[in-house]
């Protein structure tokens, strides 16, 4: 299927086909992008649907469950496993069972990690310092608690990102297909594993499903990229698009108890947040799978 791909920069057909579809009835609201459950962690047929078309078309979505602070990871779990989402990338500061507690965390190594402190986090994929046999292309976030204040994701569609960059200038995805556009040196990784370099690109294409991936950072420090003219233009558009206030494609979402989201690894920020001694602390549950989404 990779030679019928619309991300295939030369298969301009297909992608001006395909570029119709993605952006006919588009969500224009965060709202749209959300689908209540009855009975978690069943799905009843016409939520699966609901969630499945929303995905298909933005690449996430956002359920909603009672907000009785039900901390039962079987949630989560079972959610991401009707969508097909079973093989687990784990970390070295995750629970037993795989998935990660989200949380101010000031014992051990956590603090050093900004996922486990109140601090923001700028745009990124998840897990853009793994190689690329061992790519994030699914991730579930399910909201335990929230915080007492802040918190709110951005999320982006990286097909709309592509969208935009391709309309601009098609350069822009030639230079950001380059095989080693973007370099993550050796170290440890956002959670402590040890790693080796990580040597990719921003968008690739899967070599059977033919469907868009997209590896990213917007941090500074611990990123080398290509060093040529269309990078750093590539970059610029990108980080134009990124820095868009009121982008009408760039969604706003604060996870309250019970909700979650599930996506195809789309691109996401997090606000910084407080935590008070009278409530509970925020805790989310972080689930990163080597597979996509099902159907999509």
Not at 55 to 83: C, V
Not at 159 to 178: F, G, K, S, T
Not at 223 to 235: C, P, Y
Request: aromatic share 8%.
């Amino acid at each position: 299927m990779l030679e019928d791909s619309p991300f295939l920069p030369d298969n301009e057909t297909a992608y001006q086909r395909w570029r119709d579809q993605k952006l006919a009835g588009y969500p224009a609201a965060t709202a749209a992008l959300v689908v209540d459950l009855a009975a978690p962690p069943a799905l009843g047929e016409h939520e699966y649907q609901a969630l499945l078309e929303r995905l298909r078309k933005t690449n996430m979505a956002i359920y909603r469950t009672p907000p009785d602070g039900n901390p039962d990871k079987a949630i989560p779990r079972a959610i991401a496993e009707r969508f097909g989402l079973v093989h687990l990338d784990s970390n070295l500061l995750a629970d037993d069972d795989g998935l990660t507690s989200i949380t101010v965390n000031p014992e051990g190594d956590h603090p050093h990690y900004i996922p486990y402190t109140n601090r923001p986090i700028n745009w990124h994929c998840d897990g853009y310092y793994n190689t690329g046999e061992q790519q994030i292309r699914g991730m579930l976030l399910h909201c335990v608690q929230p915080a007492a204040e802040g918190g709110e994701n951005r999320l982006l569609d990286p097909e709309i990102v592509y969208l935009l960059l391709r309309d601009e200038n098609p350069d822009h995805i030639h230079a950001l297909m380059q095989p080693d556009v973007m370099t993550i040196p050796p170290g440890k990784d956002g959670e402590g594993d040890e790693r080796p370099a990580s040597v990719g690109p921003v968008f690739s294409i899967h070599e059977v499903t033919g469907s868009l991936h997209m590896r990213y950072t917007a941090r500074k420090r611990n990123v080398v990229w290509r060093d040529d003219a269309a990078t750093r233009a590539a970059l610029a558009a990108l980080t134009r698009i990124l820095d868009g206030e009121n982008h009408p494609y760039i969604f706003r979402a604060r996870l309250e108890a019970g909700m979650g989201l599930i996506c195809n690894n789309v691109l996401h920020t997090r606000d910084g947040f407080i935590d008070r001694p009278d409530t509970p602390p925020r805790l989310l549950y972080r689930a990163r799978y080597f597979d996509r989404i099902r159907g999509t």
